[in-house]
């Protein structure tokens, strides 16, 4: 069972006080639930699987997957691949290669024919590498970037607290009229109408990101004094339904600046995986 100084190791489920652990790295968990959404893969117009029985699985340390009933996928196509590989959580793997009008789409499928004793049976279940597929489908509603988590939630909440944004010295930002964004284990994030930014210090940017949870992201750069900050503000044109309070607002990045106000208190600044970005 996973110890109670551990549990800030993976997702802060109470399920994982449940789950054996790996002796030879406490905290470590891999488990799975099942994935009650319709899921689909399409590569071109062939749809390679299509299942209402999937599974959600989690591992420290790792992005959600998806894993199909083998029943639920179309191996007509698929052949098995030279490559192995091993992994010391789930045991080795197997791969499936794609063989398509135009040739193959190498190890697009992978399996674990005989798990470890550690992890959970899935020996029945395969997973798709997410670039090398063209579509995936949640029900009817396509999906992008990764598997959504069930258990992150974003909360999109407006707020009169007033907001400042210092960069360099400079007051970038201003407003009473902001959207706070809460994300399951992520730092608060400021979403402001640009009539309260100094848009005489944004650039146009070309960087183009998109999130499972909000949408296509386009970006600006920020100069002042002839110094440049990349890609530090972001915004959603046409974001998904569940954030749709954030369109056309603008965020900066928490990671970048010199500080936040938040009524008047200074926000301490995160330490995310975006921070190694600037000093």
């Known amino acids: ?65 998806y894993y199909f009933p083998m029943e639920d996928v179309s191996m007509k196509n698929l052949q098995l691949s030279s490559k192995t590989t091993f992994c010391p959580y789930k045991g080795e793997t197997e791969y499936y290669s794609l063989k398509t009008g ?60 007033r907001v400042e944004v210092v960069l360099k010295g400079e007051i970038v930002a201003d407003t009473k009229r902001g959207v706070f964004l809460f994300e399951t284990g992520l730092p608060t994030r400021y979403y402001l109408p640009l009539e309260d930014v100094r848009t005489q210090f944004l650039k146009e940017s070309d960087t183009v990101t998109q999130c499972p949870y909000k949408g296509m992201a386009n970006y600006y750069h920020v100069e002042i004094d002839g110094q440049r900050f990349d890609d530090i503000v972001w915004y959603y044109v046409d974001p998904v339904h569940e954030s749709a309070k954030i369109k056309e607002l603008v965020c900066f990045a928490n990671e970048f600046v010199d500080r936040i106000m938040v009524a008047g208190v200074p926000q301490a600044r995160p330490k995310t995986s975006f921070s190694h970005g600037y000093n």
């Open 102 to 161: 135009s040739g193959f789409v190498e190890n697009i499928m992978w399996h674990y024919p005989e798990p470890i004793t550690e992890c959970p049976d899935i020996s029945n279940y395969v997973g798709f590498e997410w670039g090398l597929v063209d579509h995936w489908y949640e029900e009817d509603d396509e999906i992008f970037v990764h598997a959504r988590d069930p258990y992150r939630r974003v909360d999109c909440l407006q707020s009169s607290r």
């Open 1 to 65: 069972m996973r110890k109670s100084h551990l549990r800030g190791r993976g997702p802060n489920y109470p399920i994982l006080d449940e789950i054996v652990q790996y002796d030879f790295e406490p905290g470590y968990v891999v488990f799975t639930m099942p994935a009650p959404k319709r899921l689909r893969v399409k590569v071109g117009n062939d749809l390679l699987a299509d299942t209402a029985d999937g599974l959600v699985l989690y591992e420290s340390d790792h992005l959600p997957v």
